[in-house]
């Protein structure tokens, strides 16, 4: 019983350190040029669960705007933004991070949204839906949902 117990506290404990590592949207930190140079957990990402992320409507939806010819299964690949296939060729995680983050920081006329961001959104106000939001939202990736996407789209290679 006192092992269980000292287990589950190390596990709880070590749960909390990762959670104290975790960069909040509104600490994120942004060069002059939009990247974010230091991951947002500190804690690699994982291609697979990134991809995942890319193709799911749900999450990130990548592929509502962007092709991506290595994932010639995925339906309906879309002609918004530009093509992501050779992204790890020619960006580097940092301005990954800081597109995925918050798009416009790097290019101010996207209409991409930031998916990493919970406050100053410009909204419709109640005349429109009589819904509008208050206050700081929930981003729509988590910071190592963010990781994940990078780690994916830096193994987008043209070769």
């Given at each position: 019983?006192?092992?269980?117990?000292?287990?589950?506290?190390?596990?709880?404990?070590?749960?909390?350190?990762?959670?104290?590592?975790?960069?909040?949207?509104?600490?994120?930190?942004?060069?002059?040029?939009?990247?974010?140079?230091?991951?947002?957990?500190?804690?690699?990402?994982?291609?697979?669960?990134?991809?995942?992320?890319?193709?799911?409507?749900?999450?990130?939806?990548?592929?509502?705007?962007?092709?991506?010819?290595?994932?010639?299964?995925?339906?309906?690949?879309?002609?918004?933004g530009p093509e992501?296939?050779?992204?790890?060729?020619?960006?580097s995680e940092a301005e990954l991070r800081?597109?995925?983050?918050?798009?416009?920081?790097?290019?101010?006329?996207?209409?991409?949204?930031?998916?990493?961001?919970?406050?100053?959104?410009?909204?419709?106000?109640?005349?429109?839906?009589?819904?509008?939001?208050?206050?700081?939202?929930?981003?729509?990736?988590?910071?190592?949902?963010?990781?994940?996407?990078?780690?994916?789209?830096?193994?987008?290679?043209?070769?």
């Amino acid at each position: 019983m006192k092992l269980t117990t000292i287990i589950c506290a190390a596990a709880f404990a070590a749960g909390a350190a990762n959670a104290a590592d975790v960069v909040a949207p509104s600490d994120a930190s942004f060069t002059e040029y939009g990247e974010i140079e230091q991951s947002l957990t500190g804690v690699p990402g994982n291609p697979e669960e990134g991809m995942k992320v890319a193709i799911d409507k749900g999450l990130g939806n990548c592929v509502a705007c962007h092709k991506i010819a290595q994932l010639p299964d995925v339906p309906f690949h879309g002609e918004v933004g530009p093509e992501l296939s050779w992204t790890g060729e020619v960006r580097s995680e940092a301005e990954l991070r800081g597109i995925l983050a918050n798009a416009k920081m790097m290019f101010p006329d996207t209409v991409m949204p930031a998916f990493y961001k919970t406050s100053g959104f410009i909204r419709p106000g109640n005349g429109y839906t009589g819904k509008a939001a208050e206050g700081d939202i929930e981003p729509i990736l988590s910071a190592q949902q963010i990781e994940d996407v990078v780690a994916f789209l830096m193994t987008l290679k043209e070769s």
